[in-house]
């Protein structure tokens, strides 16, 4: 999990604070969109996605709001639990079978 | 665990040697993948393969060569590398339907240090 190294920007919260991780994408045609979480030791695990035809999705704790005039994607983490301290990565669908990745954001929870 | 498994977790290997990473799906998908993850960069695709036929190749080098048995198992067979190759090789799997949009489940990948 350790994937993106030195320069990994990091978001620090306390625990049960809400968390907002935030992506820029840089394609405007990019029709679907995916947050993965990436833990220690770990590959990249699917938390969410979206579609270009939706704002916002929901999910357990977890919601993606997706504003496509200025290509900006987010994931809010309700309550954060120290279990949630992990490399959040969003994925962005340029084309067919095609997903490009961000660099990623450390997220770390603080009891 | 997302029914992607990769053997080994781990390999160090000198830069003559040849070896092989594993990859098996669990989920019935169609199509899988191989990914570089290396410091400093975001998840890089190396090479995609759809009903075990290679769709994809990313400027990939020919030291890595991909092989795809079945639609359940991935193989990259490594043979001389580089230092610059140590990085963490991850595999996936998805359902690609007519519409191409489709969630890739990633393994735990392979950690890679070339010496």
């Not at chain 1, 919260?13 to 991780?21: A, P, R, T």
């Not at chain 1, 979206?50 to 994607?73: E, P, W």
């Not at chain 2, 169609?30 to 975001?42: C, D, E, F, I, L």
Request: glycine residues 8%; aromatic residues 10%; neutral net charge.
């Amino acid at each position: 999990g350790e994937s993106v190294g030195l320069h990994l920007p990091t978001l620090s919260v306390q625990e049960g604070d809400n968390s907002i991780i935030n992506c820029a994408y840089s394609n405007s045609a990019s029709d679907y969109f995916i947050w993965y979480k990436q833990e220690s030791g770990k590959g990249p695990q699917f938390i969410i996605d979206i579609r270009s035809n939706m704002d916002k999705r929901q999910g357990q704790r977890v919601t993606v709001l997706l504003n496509k005039t200025v290509k900006h994607l987010s994931l809010q983490i309700a309550a954060t639990q120290p279990g949630d301290s992990a490399v959040y990565f969003c994925a962005e669908n340029e084309g067919f079978q095609k997903l490009v990745f961000g660099t990623g954001t450390r997220l770390l929870v603080s009891p | 665990e997302t029914g992607v498994t990769q053997t080994p977790r781990h390999l160090v290997m000198g830069m003559t040697n040849k070896k092989s990473l594993k990859c098996e799906q669990h989920l019935g998908h169609n199509a899988m993948y191989w990914y570089k993850q290396s410091a400093k960069k975001p998840l890089e695709l190396m090479f995609v393969y759809n009903f075990k036929e290679q769709t994809e190749n990313n400027s990939v080098p020919s030291r890595f060569s991909p092989e795809c048995p079945n639609s359940s198992h991935l193989f990259l067979h490594l043979h001389t590398l580089q230092p610059e190759d140590s990085a963490l090789y991850l595999c996936a799997s998805s359902q690609v339907g007519l519409a191409g949009v489709e969630t890739q489940y990633f393994g735990p990948g392979t950690r890679l240090l070339v010496l």
